[in-house]
């Protein structure tokens, strides 16, 4: 709009511009000296004296739930795996874990100083799969336990065993390598 929109749009408007009656201010002075002399009742009193404590702890509450439900969502992000999801998420996730930490077992089994370089990166590698797990543990509670996000933890998992197979073949080859060296030195 323009200024001369505005100047239209006021001269049209009718401003109430009148006094109030004679006598108005007296009249709100003698109202107000009545109101202030009246002695407060004894409701008053209890309600003045009641009332920051019922702010103090209304405060109380609110923070507290507050609080709550940050933790509650804390804990829900600690809580959120492939278990939380159905029962047969959680098969899967306790046949991956069972099978990760006897791959595990295994590798630290074969642990040599001709493998010890390998495996050391091996558990780096899975140190940082692990950390990678956790991450889609947020995103499984942030997404809604998406489908994506449930493949994607699973696939971490495989992903998780294809490694330790992988390196445990390695040291089986190693081994091998070994050994037919040692048949082929002459004693």
Same mark, same amino acid.
């Given at each position: 709009? !323009? &200024?001369? @929109? ?5 001269? /049209?408007?009718?401003?109430?511009? =009148? ?58 992000? !600690? &809580?959120? @795996? ?5 029962? /047969?998420?959680?098969?899967?996730? =306790? ?93």
């Amino acid at each position: 709009m !323009k &200024n001369n @929109d505005f100047d239209k749009l006021f001269e /049209e408007l009718n401003f109430d511009i =009148e006094e109030p009656h004679t006598g108005h201010k007296e009249r709100f002075y003698k109202k107000l000296e009545a109101r202030s002399s009246k002695k407060p009742k004894s409701k008053g009193k209890i309600r003045n004296i009641l009332t920051p404590v019922f702010a103090i702890a209304a405060s109380f509450l609110l923070a507290f739930f507050l609080l709550g439900d940050f933790i509650g969502q804390g804990n829900s992000a !600690k &809580n959120s @795996d492939l278990a939380s999801i159905s029962p /047969e998420m959680k098969q899967t996730q =306790e046949f991956y874990t069972s099978v990760i930490s006897r791959e595990l077992k295994n590798l630290n089994a074969e642990k040599t100083p001709e493998t010890e370089a390998i495996i050391n990166d091996a558990l780096l590698q899975m140190d940082k799969l692990e950390k990678r797990y956790g991450e889609l543990k947020k995103d499984l509670v942030n997404s809604g336990k998406d489908n994506r996000v449930i493949y994607a933890m699973i696939q971490n998992f495989q992903q998780r065993i294809d490694l330790l197979n992988n390196v445990l073949s390695q040291i089986e080859n190693i081994k091998t390598l070994k050994n037919q060296n040692h048949e082929n030195n002459i004693i």
